[in-house]
């Protein structure tokens, strides 16, 4: 099975998008134990179904991964990609300055902290350039979330990313198409592991908050593991299509 993982804040809130430190911890010992290999991004999606890999993704540049995180993926030579979102590099995750419900307002790295982690050998990806869902962007604006977050890293210091990920993994045909053209491949937050014929512009992934209790990603490939991801996409699809209900009302 491959698989793509997520995570975004490394913190002890509790919160929707937080793995506690100690779990973290706990994966990395996991990953870095030969279980499974641990691939560049590019290299997983084009890696032969039948292999046991995932690569890791970090999601909006969390502070807290230099502090976490940085040393040990290096240590344990563990390819990482990091999405950032450059309008709010060393300001906070208040998108369009107001804070999200139920999630903490934390700190995002800046542009230097970003620059010492790329030297170092951590892959920095795109996440738009303000955080926006694409679904309600048309037109130029949709153009600059998508390329001039590519202008804005590079102007920030040579930082050409190749990958990207969705914000709230919201995409449609139109942002798609969009995305397409300017990133080798996109992220987004289906929950499930990747397929041979998946489109590299809407590559599933796996929230590790939802491995995030001990064990649960230990047990990977097991039917318990399975049926656990199948069990937790169900349930987000049936949120999101009460949400989409909701919005529609």
């Known amino acids: 099975m491959r698989a793509i993982l997520t995570y975004h804040s490394i913190d002890e809130s509790g919160s929707p998008i937080s793995v506690s430190p100690s779990a973290f911890r706990a994966h990395v010992r996991w990953l870095a134990s030969g279980a499974v290999r641990v691939l560049p991004l590019d ?3 084009k890696a032969d179904d039948r292999m046991d890999a995932v690569a890791i993704t970090f999601d909006d540049g969390f502070e807290n991964f230099a502090t976490e995180c940085a040393d040990l993926l290096v240590e344990h030579a563990l390819p990482t990609t990091v ?3 450059p309008e709010h590099v060393g300001r906070t995750n208040e998108w369009g300055g107001v804070a999200s419900p139920g999630i903490p307002t934390l ?3 800046s542009w230097p902290t970003l620059r010492r982690l790329a030297e170092r050998g951590i892959t920095l990806g795109a996440h ?3 955080h926006r869902d694409l679904t309600r962007v048309r037109g130029a604006a949709l153009e600059d979330e998508v390329a001039g977050c590519v202008e804005r890293m590079m102007a920030e210091g040579g930082m050409r990313p190749s990958s990207f990920a969705y ?3 919201a995409v449609d045909d139109t942002s798609a198409s969009v995305v397409r053209d300017v990133y080798a491949l996109a ?4 929950l499930r592991a990747l397929h041979r014929d998946d489109d590299r512009a809407l590559l599933p992934r796996l929230d590790m908050y939802y491995f995030r209790d001990p064990g649960q990603l230990e047990a990977w490939g097991t039917t318990a593991f399975r049926g656990r ?3 937790r996409a169900q349930a ?3 949120r999101r299509l009460v949400q989409g209900v909701g919005r529609a009302a």
Do not use: A, N
């Open 43 to 45: 290299e997983l999606v």
């Open 83 to 85: 999405f950032v979102v």
């Open 128 to 130: 738009t350039r303000r």
């Open 167 to 169: 914000p709230y993994g």
């Open 236 to 238: 987000r699809r049936v």
């Open 229 to 231: 991801l199948w069990l």
């Open 107 to 109: 700190p995002l790295m």
């Open 187 to 190: 992220c987004t937050t289906e």
